[in-house]
């Protein structure tokens, strides 16, 4: 019998196959099409502090081999999540992970001050990387970066997870700091800020100029992203690989190059129900090759 299961951020998961931050709702909504007990993991879409209607209509245009939205992190804001929706993810027995993000370093201490009132969180990840927003991408400024982890990290009493942009010039760099800052864990990463235009009507085919590109195309360089922050000699935390998963092989390329877990977006925005065909091919690759267990796999990479 082959184990899916991870250790990751003192947390048991009973396989590595997690959603990704806005691709899943908050989480509940599917559960009459999937049984969320079978995912390693649910990671909320991003809550800020008050309700934000996002980005106006179109927010999503496909590309030939992915998917650009610019949804802009529309939510309920966290006093209702805390209110309404935290109970609904809480009565499923799978690990909740909340995402956040906030216009400011109080932003971010503000929201996980009140998720460390809650009980039955496993995580925060900290959104440091939306790329289609009006703002600039916060892993671009390395100061309000390091003081968001720190201080949130100061504050809590469950895990931070740093949710990164790839679109920097030095992944480890960016890493090694938010490990340095406090950072318990590291998502890799997150979308890829690009544009789609519309040449009949000669304008953009989303509202805003630029949307975050998800999908297979990602998959190459994610990977490469992974790789060279895991085999980074003083980086020490785990790796969560998030972009272009769309298959049981995708993740196993990931674990190989030095995830102990993935977030998968797009597969799932196609449907929920690819997450559960991920988990089975996945597991079914571990038996064909009698693997024993996935943990087996963790930066296994030959060269």
């Not at 019998?1 to 003192?10: P, W």
């Not at 800020?48 to 992190?73: D, V, Y």
Request: glycine content about 8%.
């Amino acid at each position: 019998m082959s184990d899916l299961s991870v250790d990751l951020i003192g947390v048991k998961f009973s396989n590595p196959i997690l959603t990704a931050s806005g691709t899943f709702g908050y989480g509940y909504e599917v559960e009459d099409l999937i049984q969320l007990e079978q995912l390693g993991g649910i990671v909320t879409k991003t809550i800020t502090s008050s309700p934000s209607h996002g980005n106006k209509q179109p927010r999503i245009s496909e590309s030939k081999f992915g998917i650009i939205n610019s949804i802009g992190l529309q939510n309920v804001g966290i006093q209702v999540f805390i209110k309404q929706i935290l109970h609904k993810l809480l009565k499923f027995n799978v690990p909740l992970i909340v995402s956040i993000a906030g216009s400011s370093v109080e932003e971010y201490i503000f929201l996980a001050k009140i998720l460390n009132k809650q009980e039955g969180i496993s995580a925060i990840e900290l959104n440091l990387s939306c790329p289609n927003l009006h703002n600039e991408i916060i892993c671009n400024d390395i100061c309000m970066m390091k003081k968001i982890i720190y201080n949130v990290k100061t504050i809590s009493n469950i895990p931070v997870i740093a949710k990164l942009s790839p679109l920097i010039s030095n992944i480890t760099k960016i890493a090694l700091i938010a490990q340095n800052s406090g950072a318990d864990c590291l998502t890799i990463a997150n979308t890829y800020p690009a544009m789609t235009i519309d040449v009949k009507n000669l304008k953009n085919k989303i509202s805003i100029l630029k949307g975050g590109l998800s999908g297979p195309c990602i998959k190459p360089i994610t990977l490469r992203c992974v790789y060279e922050v895991y085999r980074h000699n003083n980086i020490k935390i785990p790796i969560i690989g998030c972009g272009g998963i769309m298959n049981g092989t995708d993740v196993i390329e990931f674990i190989l190059a030095g995830a102990t877990a993935v977030s998968i977006g797009s597969a799932s925005l196609i449907t929920p129900l690819n997450l559960i065909k991920i988990i089975n091919e996945t597991k079914n690759i571990l038996i064909k090759n009698k693997i024993h267990s996935i943990k087996q796999l963790i930066g296994k990479i030959s060269y």
